[in-house]
């Protein structure tokens, strides 16, 4: 992108516009070129401004961010970043956000703002640069709800206790545009998958929230990590925000461990500690994926998977809403299979089904 990322800002409270404004100043590749109290003004801005990112509240007088967002993405698809209340009330509404089409989201703090928000300037840069590059779709209607399976009236979606070994594992690491791109993977899997275990870049509260969300949409059954679960087929299991996951064998199960170990990559939970923990716990009775997001957390996760035989998938480039993590994973040479989002989960399901094999050296 020639020149600076041109930002406008939408909140309703001025002091919010003004940190966020003197904030991404600050940088010296981004502009703010205007600023909104609420979506009827934004809408005019953009129109005579012609930003390239909108960092956009959820609560604002005359429209609610959800309601603006649904309908920008639908007539004039832009890249986003919400700018939501770190509540469980305001993470679920920031999943919907991402669901219709923003980039990503950036947490804001509860109790004094002036002083704490500060302290978000790297990542509101980093996310905004991210987002001037992001690929965005035009929302061409507002989709119902997916049904989980019409088996379900019959067949209960949860599957019944048992305690027999987890023969296989699926590892899946994402970070920005991920929270949709883990959707499409678990809609693709039935209560007879193996278990999954995933870290997503997700501040805490927001883990929580994403985890009951993906348990109501999709067929399996679905939580964020606590110490000690067991993982069972048709069972996936979600980092919390702000600890890592790791998957370790406890006799003949596998169980998550959650650490407060130092962020790796910058990130805790970080998906290069999954995918060794994983490597490490599993051996080649796993299969991992590595989907799209900003920087390069996972890449060496995946190459040392690959390096050790397991089967490897990244998201391709076309699909991903950033193509840093798994482009980095490829450009390392650590993925088996380069794959749009749509055609993921086969393909786990199809490498967990094979007799793992140990891979040719040399």
Not at 218 to 244: C, I, N, W, Y
Not at 246 to 252: I, M
Not at 264 to 269: D, E, I, L, Q
Request: glycine share 8%.
């Amino acid at each position: 992108m020639a020149g600076k990322i041109r930002v406008l800002v939408v909140d309703d409270s001025a002091l919010i516009r003004r940190l966020l404004t003197d904030m991404l100043n600050s940088a010296p590749d981004i502009e703010v070129v205007g600023a909104a109290p609420d979506p009827l003004v934004a809408r005019d801005k953009i129109k005579s401004l012609e930003p390239d990112v909108l960092t956009l509240d959820v609560e604002m007088p005359r429209m609610d961010g959800i309601t603006f967002l649904r309908n920008l993405m639908r007539l004039r698809p832009m890249p986003v970043v919400m700018v939501s209340t770190l509540t469980e009330q305001g993470a679920e509404v920031t999943l919907e956000a991402l669901e219709l089409g923003a980039v990503d989201f950036v947490a804001k703090p509860k109790l004094d703002v002036a002083r704490t928000l500060t302290d978000y300037v790297d990542e509101l840069t980093a996310k905004v640069r991210a987002a001037a590059s992001a690929r965005v779709k035009r929302l061409a209607r507002l989709e119902e709800p997916q049904p989980l399976h019409s088996s379900d009236a019959v067949i209960p979606k949860r599957p019944a206790r048992h305690f027999r070994t987890t023969d296989r594992i699926i590892a899946i690491g994402a970070s920005t545009g991920g929270t949709e791109a883990i959707k499409s993977v678990l809609m693709g899997m039935s209560p007879t998958s193996p278990g999954i275990v995933i870290a997503q870049h997700i501040p805490p509260g927001f883990s929580a929230a994403f985890a009951d969300r993906m348990d109501r949409m999709t067929p399996l059954s679905v939580k964020e990590a606590e110490d000690g679960d067991q993982v069972l087929p048709g069972h996936a299991f979600v980092a919390p925000g702000d600890r890592h996951l790791l998957l370790v064998r406890d006799g003949a199960r596998y169980v998550c461990r959650l650490s407060d170990g130092e962020p790796v990559n910058r990130h805790r939970p970080s998906v290069d500690v999954l995918f060794r923990s994983v490597l490490q716990s599993a051996g080649n009775n796993a299969v991992a994926a590595l989907l799209t997001g900003m920087g390069a957390d996972g890449a060496a996760g995946l190459l040392e998977l690959h390096e050790a035989g397991l089967h490897t998938i990244a998201q391709d480039e076309e699909t991903s809403v950033v193509w840093g993590m798994p482009g980095e994973a490829v450009k390392r040479g650590g993925a088996d299979e380069v794959l749009p989002l749509e055609a993921i989960a086969e393909h786990l399901l199809a490498a967990a089904g094979r007799e793992p094999t140990a891979r040719q050296s040399g």
